[in-house]
């Protein structure tokens, strides 16, 4: 803010007109007019435009049920546009986007219910989302353990890989033999080569799926790849920003590479340009999900506390497609970037940078 906190120097609220059939950017000035975090939203906007505009490196990070209500096709449309290079997410999320993909059914259901019988008619409930058991989820799962043993049968070296080699394979799979490809963010990622971390891979379905392989005597992924990789990203950036879906493990992995960079490898200092967040988590509570975006800068995970960053206080699922309509609406698609093609190089580059910088001491 250009004006100074503590004088009675801001923009003047005078009631904004609503009317009929306004548009997302008339919706957005609206709130932009405002308080609250309806104005904590239109700020939220102005960041996702800049960091277009900037051609910054952005990362979209993805906790939360999203994916079983259907988001997964509005993530696709930020990858097609050239507006998400990076995704961090909970497996949960990939796996249940893959249900869309491979026409495995997921239904509105009911919060009220009684879970015993949901259970006795092997229907799964996330919250007001049904989603049956042998229909989707022992089918989804069947999907995915063949992909695994694909994989090793084309003699590809999981130890030596990271979940976003997973990630890429599992939509590469998705992209050649599922009913809807156009329904999956890991098929559009597949496709734009943007990479896809799932760094709590074992605390997901897909995690889970690799487990028979295991037992079998299969050596699966390296965790250190994935934050190899992502510090690469931050460290190959000139402009680096990130959309936080919620918080948990993907808020502080993509946050975490600025520490990585300055406080373990010491070679570069800054953390990310913009950081927005959407999310219900409170702060006072020491917990991550909730921990305010300027608290990051003592972290060295951002530039600057004073600007750039936002938290937008509420529901994801209402906020997220508002901001992604109020970005289609707004800004040119981009060139996009392929990171996934070129991450294994930028590791190696970082790690030259790494071995040079600690023989000079």
């Known amino acids: 803010m250009s004006y100074n906190r503590h004088s009675f120097s ?3 609220i005078d009631p904004p007109e609503i009317f009929a059939n306004m548009n997302i950017s008339e919706l957005i000035d609206l709130f932009r007019n405002t308080g609250y975090n309806a104005r904590r939203l239109a700020e939220a906007a102005d960041i996702m435009k800049r960091m277009v505009e900037s051609d910054a490196t952005i990362c979209l990070t993805i906790a939360g049920a999203l994916t079983p209500i259907g988001f997964g096709k509005i993530i696709s449309s930020m990858i097609d546009n050239g507006f998400v290079d990076w995704i961090v997410t909970t497996g949960a999320n990939a796996y249940h986007d893959l249900h869309f993909a491979y026409d495995l059914p997921v239904r509105q259901g009911h919060f009220d219910v009684d879970d015993d019988i949901l259970y006795s008619k092997q229907i799964v409930r996330i919250y007001d989302v049904y989603i049956k058991e042998y229909g989707t989820l022992q089918s989804q799962d069947t999907i995915i ?18 979940t976003a080699d997973l990630s890429y394979l599992i939509g590469k799979e998705a992209a050649e033999k599922s009913k809807a490809p156009d329904k999956s963010f890991m098929v559009s990622a597949y496709k734009s080569n943007v990479p896809i971390y799932m760094p709590a891979l074992s605390d997901s379905s897909i995690g889970l799926n690799m487990l028979p392989s295991m037992l079998d005597g299969k050596k699966a992924i390296n965790p250190i790849k994935d934050i190899a990789e992502s510090t690469a990203i931050l460290w190959k950036s000139n402009v680096s920003g990130g959309l936080e879906l919620g918080g ?26 913009f950081i927005i967040q959407l999310t219900d988590a409170r702060p006072d509570t020491g917990g991550l999900s909730g921990a305010t975006l300027q608290e990051g800068k003592s972290w060295g995970k951002i530039k600057t506390s004073h600007k ?13 497609p508002i901001l992604c309509s109020y970005l289609l609406s707004e800004c040119k698609p981009r060139s996009k970037k392929q990171i996934y093609k070129k991450k294994d190089s930028w590791v190696e580059e970082m790690k030259t940078q790494y071995m040079k910088k600690n023989k000079t001491k």
């Open 10 to 12: 801001g923009k003047k």
């Open 308 to 320: 750039g960053n936002v938290i937008v206080y509420g529901d994801t699922s209402v906020y997220f």
């Open 145 to 162: 353990q063949k992909n695994i043993q694909n994989i090793y049968q084309n003699h590809i070296d999981l130890t030596n890989s990271s």
């Open 248 to 273: 948990g493990v993907p808020k502080n992995f993509f946050q975490q590479t600025g520490p990585a960079l300055y406080q373990i490898l010491k070679i570069k200092e800054g953390g990310h340009d």
